[in-house]
């Protein structure tokens, strides 16, 4: 199988699905991925890396902030500040 798929965070309409996975195309040890629909009746979209949050090393369990844009998760790579730190980014509308 692809996985593992896990630490899925959906956000407030619905219609986005962050998740950790070990799987195929990743850009490190575990990287955040995402699949999207129009509206929630709708299937889910194929799988799409994030590539701008990712690095080459490891970075797992998003969760949606309240403001419905910001994605933390978190991550072991250089630049933080101790072994495992919260990275957060803002989502472009």
């Not at 070990?22 to 509206?39: A, S, T, Y």
């Amino acid at each position: 199988g692809p996985g593992p798929d896990f630490g899925a965070a959906l956000s407030q309409n619905e219609n986005l699905l962050f998740f950790s996975s070990g799987r195929p195309g990743n850009i490190g040890q575990l990287d955040i991925w995402v699949v999207e629909r129009e509206k929630r009746s709708d299937p889910w979209g194929n799988p799409v890396n994030i590539e701008s949050l990712n690095s080459p090393f490891f970075q797992a369990a998003p969760t949606f902030g309240r403001n419905g844009r910001d994605v933390c998760f978190m991550s072991i790579r250089p630049g933080g500040f101790g072994v495992l730190d919260v990275w957060c980014a803002t989502r472009l509308e």
